[in-house]
């Protein structure tokens, strides 16, 4: 993966960047989400697995979006494909990895789920890459997501030769960070007060 200040549209940690909740209200969803200290290590170590994998996970992930019109739509106006959009989606979205697996969970790691939520929404969708693509991705599909994230990633887990038990230790971490990110990127879809 190429350094992550190289990376166009890529601002994590950028003081600017504002959350809408607390480190205690972070504790609290990953509580709920059964995340532990244990998952943190996974995660490490997850990290470590996938980090020049990263190219390969995204092309499984986009030969996903691909095949399915009602996906690509999103990248899309009408009908027409921005390239230009879904190649500097791509490279943010392969440095996303990396930084679910490695990063602290901290304040400016809130802030940046923040940031991308707003990218995702009417707020900002479009507008980093000033793309061609349609105004906003509906929360559903954020929701819905969840799912080929987690099911495609464990192969690419279980690629360099740790026990069935670490697999499913970095598995169950991925599954767990993945579902606390779509749930930090639905702050914009709902109600003030309502989230």
């Known amino acids: ?48 697995v996938l980090g020049d994998q990263t190219e390969a996970i995204l092309d499984v992930w986009y030969g996903y979006v691909g095949s399915h019109p009602h996906l690509l739509h999103y990248f899309s106006l009408q009908g027409q494909p921005d390239a230009h959009y879904l190649s500097a989606v791509r490279k943010r979205f392969g440095q996303w990895i990396i930084d679910t697996c490695t990063r602290p969970y901290d304040t ?8 991308i939520a707003l990218r995702h929404h009417t707020a900002k969708k479009n507008r980093t890459d000033e793309a061609r693509a349609e105004p906003i991705i509906h929360l559903r599909y954020i ?29 169950a971490a991925w599954f767990k960070a993945v579902t606390l ?15």
Not at 108 to 115: F, G, P, R, V
Not at 181 to 195: G, I, M, Q, R
């Open 1 to 48: 993966m190429s350094e992550s200040h190289a990376i166009p549209g890529y601002t994590y940690g950028d003081v600017s960047q504002t959350t809408p909740l607390s480190l205690e209200e972070l504790d609290l969803l990953k509580q709920t989400v059964l995340f532990s200290p244990e998952d943190e290590r996974f995660l490490q170590l997850a990290g470590d």
């Open 108 to 115: 400016a790691w809130l802030a940046y789920q923040q940031e």
């Open 143 to 171: 929701l819905a997501f969840i799912v080929p994230l987690t099911l495609t990633i464990k192969e690419f887990l279980a690629a360099k030769g740790h026990d069935a038990e670490t697999v499913a230790g970095m598995h």
């Open 181 to 195: 990110t779509a749930v930090l990127w639905s702050y914009p879809y709902v109600h003030t007060n309502e989230f």
